[in-house]
């Protein structure tokens, strides 16, 4: 067998193997970017002030805070779209427009209902 021939075969090996394994790392990036990513990492501390401001019936305050959990949420979004399903991307950000409404109305047990999801939604995007 001449040289070209084995690394052909080499490369016939290495490749399809590397493919695989770039893909499983891709998709199992979603406990990582949720950790390590800035924005990631504002989300719960957002979603925890969130729940204290609700509390004090701070509603201007809440509100503010329910946009910049939005805003952090956006930033997220296209990195967790590999590794998250397209459902559970949804479910977050239909639950943060119900809170939005919520807020505005001023209902302090649905408002703390909604936040209480999100976390639970956070919590499960990654599995």
């Known amino acids: 067998m001449n040289r ?4 052909t075969k080499t490369l016939a090996y290495v490749i399809p193997a590397a493919v695989i394994i770039l893909f499983l790392a891709v998709t199992a990036s979603g406990g990582y970017i949720k950790a390590n990513s800035k924005a990631g990492k504002k989300i719960m501390h957002t979603m925890v002030d969130l729940e204290a401001l609700i509390k004090s019936e701070s ?13 952090h949420w956006q930033e997220v979004v296209p990195l967790l779209q590999l590794s998250a399903s397209k459902e559970a991307v949804q479910d977050f ?7 939005e409404g919520y807020l505005k109305a001023k209902e302090r047990g649905l408002s703390l209902a909604e936040v209480a999801v999100l976390r639970i939604l956070w919590d499960e995007l990654d599995s």
């Open 59 to 71: 509603w201007e305050e809440a509100i503010a805070a329910r946009s910049a959990l939005e805003a």
């Open 4 to 7: 070209t021939a084995k690394i």
């Open 93 to 99: 950000s239909r639950t943060l427009k119900s809170l």
